[in-house]
């Protein structure tokens, strides 16, 4: 019983070792578009996978796959799960200690990730004119204007979709959004839409002190005094506004009932 116990563990790591003979890390790599990398963990339990989407001088644009407990290839690849859409590495460090496992242009799908990281290089991979996108982008966001200011609120939250669906980071489309999810009592979409725009632009004033007015409707009462706290501080010119908001912060929390 013993004598088969160890030959089981032992047969356990047997794919691994025999993935790792197989395994033959390149010498001043060049990295290039398309090319697929591999190498086994330093603990030899897994083998981590990128593959380059463009290189820009010094900086290779990649995007990297979740571990996986056997050698990757091109095939078992193509149904992986992406771990990072966009992770940037110095191609010096792509240089030596990873495999070429074999070149593969980019899909469409993998590009799709790397809008909401990157978008000037999506763009640019995808052979886009940003004139154009920008163009149709604002189109759908003076549409949902229009549909906004005659009270149609679930027509501009649409709209204002399309805009960012196109492009992302246009955080003028992700407040407007928020401000019709509010007009709905739908808060807690408004604050997904507010904290991206405020990822995107920090500085963000109406976003910023519409999260505490979310969070306010919502009951998260403490996070929304921290809000128009701080927004006192890093807004002062809007400090009357920020103040009035904490007062009817507080008083629901003495009362139970939004102000």
């Not at 890390?25 to 593959?51: C, H, M, N, Y």
């Not at 004119?129 to 163009?135: Q, R």
């Not at 200011?149 to 992302?168: D, F, M, Q, T, V």
């Amino acid at each position: 019983m013993r004598k088969s116990i160890a030959t089981f563990l032992a047969a356990l790591g047997t794919p691994l070792r025999r993935g790792l003979e197989n395994f033959a890390p390149s010498q001043q790599l060049v990295v290039k578009a398309g090319d697929v990398l591999v190498q086994p963990a330093p603990d030899g339990k897994s083998w981590s996978a990128l593959k380059v989407f463009a290189v820009e001088g010094a900086t290779a644009h990649c995007m990297t796959y979740e571990p996986s407990t056997v050698k990757p290839t091109l095939d078992t690849l193509a149904h992986a799960a992406v771990r990072m859409a966009h992770a940037p590495r110095a191609t010096a460090s792509l240089a030596e200690g990873w495999e070429l496992a074999g070149n593969q242009p980019a899909s469409a799908r993998e590009l799709q990730g790397l809008k909401y990281m990157d978008f000037e290089l999506y763009v640019h991979l995808t052979g886009q004119d940003v004139g154009a996108i920008m163009s149709t982008a604002t189109e759908h966001f003076e549409r949902a204007g229009m549909h906004a200011a005659e009270g149609r609120s679930i027509e501009a939250i649409n709209e204002y979709g399309k805009a960012i669906e196109l492009y992302p980071a246009y955080t003028d489309a992700l407040d407007k959004r928020a401000f019709a999810f509010m007009e709905l009592g739908l808060y807690e979409k408004a604050l997904r839409d507010l904290d991206e725009s405020l990822y995107l632009n920090p500085e963000g004033m109406s976003a910023f002190f519409s999260k505490g007015e979310c969070l306010m409707k919502l009951g998260h009462l403490d996070e929304a005094q921290a809000i128009f706290i701080e927004g006192q501080e890093r807004f002062p010119e809007h400090a009357t506004q920020f103040n009035e908001f904490l007062k009817r912060t507080r008083a629901f929390a003495l009362t139970g009932r939004p102000a």
